[in-house]
């Protein structure tokens, strides 16, 4: 323990060199960077409290009520970050709740995690999180989409074409760009950076090929929810970004 406290103790020499390089050239940030730090500080120290409470509970309905919690709490942020005039709160928790309930689901039934809250908690914490993020972006572009191709889309619906087929090319395109960030960390995964899942669990004492295999999971984890959250948002935004265009 002592150990411990020592190393994290002397980690604060970082913010110190940050702090004075910042003062050396003028950046002006030396101020955003002290309280910042100790924010992080505080608030990691109250999750450390939070999740030992957390983890002292094991029920479905506990589960369900954290998960539930994370998605209402979610649903809200996206609302402020996504514009939408009517029911934004409840598209976006919809589109949050629906992709990260299908990827728990998915990772339950097939056994890769087990029903526990050491793993459910953080996991649903890791795929909400995306999910938002993910929605945000979807949401953003296809917005944008839908303004430049209003006159392309308003054209095919003239001509006959189904509402699916006239924005196909707009949500296509939105689709691609909410998913580019996780496919890239696909790419670079091991090789330019090593995870964060990865470094805590070898840290800890934990084999590195159980780490590594664990944070496969994660990363084919964060693919799937990218999905499900552009399909989602997909089905729950079209008809509500198309008639703000229009």
């Not at 995690?113 to 793993?119: D, M, Q, S, T, V």
């Amino acid at each position: 323990m002592q150990e411990f406290n020592y190393s994290f103790l002397a980690s604060f020499l970082l913010v110190v060199i940050a702090v004075a390089y910042s003062y050396k050239e003028r950046l002006g940030v030396e101020k955003k960077i002290v309280i910042g730090s100790f924010l992080a500080f505080f608030q990691l120290i109250l999750l450390g409290f939070i999740l030992s409470f957390l983890f002292s509970f094991d029920s479905a309905f506990y589960y369900f009520s954290v998960w539930l919690f994370m998605c209402t709490y979610a649903a809200f942020v996206a609302k402020k970050r996504v514009k939408i005039e009517k029911n934004g709160f409840a598209v976006s928790f919809g589109v949050i709740a629906a992709s990260s309930f299908c990827v728990l689901s998915l990772l339950l039934l097939v056994g890769v995690i087990g029903f526990n809250a050491k793993e459910i908690i953080p996991l649903s914490g890791m795929i909400v999180g995306n999910s938002l993020n993910v929605y945000t972006q979807f949401a953003d572009r296809l917005k944008g989409e839908v303004k430049n191709r209003i006159a392309e889309i308003e054209g095919k619906t003239a001509l006959g074409a189904d509402l699916p087929n006239a924005i196909h090319e707009a949500t296509r395109a939105a689709s691609k760009a909410a998913m580019m960030p996780t496919l890239n960390t696909l790419q670079t995964v091991g090789l330019i950076h090593i995870p964060g899942v990865t470094v805590g669990m070898i840290l800890a004492g934990a084999p590195p090929m159980k780490a590594v295999a664990f944070q496969l999971v994660i990363m084919f984890m964060m693919v799937s929810v990218a999905m499900f959250s552009a399909i989602f948002g997909k089905i729950l935004l079209v008809k509500k970004i198309l008639g703000s265009a229009a």
